[in-house]
C-alpha cells in the first residue's frame, strides 16, 4: 500500500520560508510525477506545484520564482522549497503521487499545515 508522509510545515512571519518534504513508501516512486497541492480555508484544492518523473516542472502562476519542487529519487522524497512566504500562501499543503493510467490509483497525504503570519 502505498503511503505519503508530509513534513515541514509550520508557522513562518511574512517573507520566510519553509521546505516541505513528502517521503514515500509502497510504491516505485521514481516512474511517478508527483505533486504538491494546497487547501486554504474555504477555498478548493489547488495544484501548486509538479514534477514529473523525468523532472520536468509545472508551477501555479502565483508561486513561480518563489517555489522550488524537486525530488530524490533515492530516498523517495518529493520537496517544496517555499521562498518569500505571505499570507495568501496560508494553507494545509497536501503531497500527491499521481497515476499514470485510468486503472492506476492517486494516492495522497495527510498534510501539513502552513501557516504565514506575523
Known amino acids: 500500500q502505498v503511503q505519503l508522509v508530509e513534513s515541514g510545515g509550520g508557522l513562518v512571519q511574512p517573507g520566510g520560508s519553509l521546505r516541505l518534504s513528502c517521503a514515500a513508501s509502497g510504491s516505485i516512486f521514481s516512474i511517478f510525477a508527483m505533486g504538491w497541492y494546497r487547501q486554504a480555508p474555504g477555498k478548493e484544492r489547488e495544484l501548486v506545484a509538479r514534477?514529473?518523473?523525468?523532472?520536468?516542472?509545472n508551477y501555479l502562476d502565483s508561486v513561480k520564482g518563489r517555489f522550488t519542487i524537486s525530488r530524490d529519487n533515492a530516498k523517495k522524497t518529493v520537496y517544496l522549497q517555499m521562498n518569500s512566504l505571505n499570507p495568501e500562501d496560508t494553507a494545509v499543503y497536501y503531497c500527491?503521487?499521481?497515476?499514470?493510467?485510468?486503472?492506476?490509483?492517486?494516492?495522497w497525504g495527510k498534510g501539513t499545515l502552513v501557516t504565514v503570519s506575523s
Open positions: 514534477i514529473s518523473s523525468g523532472g520536468s516542472t
Open positions: 500527491n503521487q499521481e497515476k499514470r493510467y485510468s486503472f492506476e490509483m492517486s494516492f
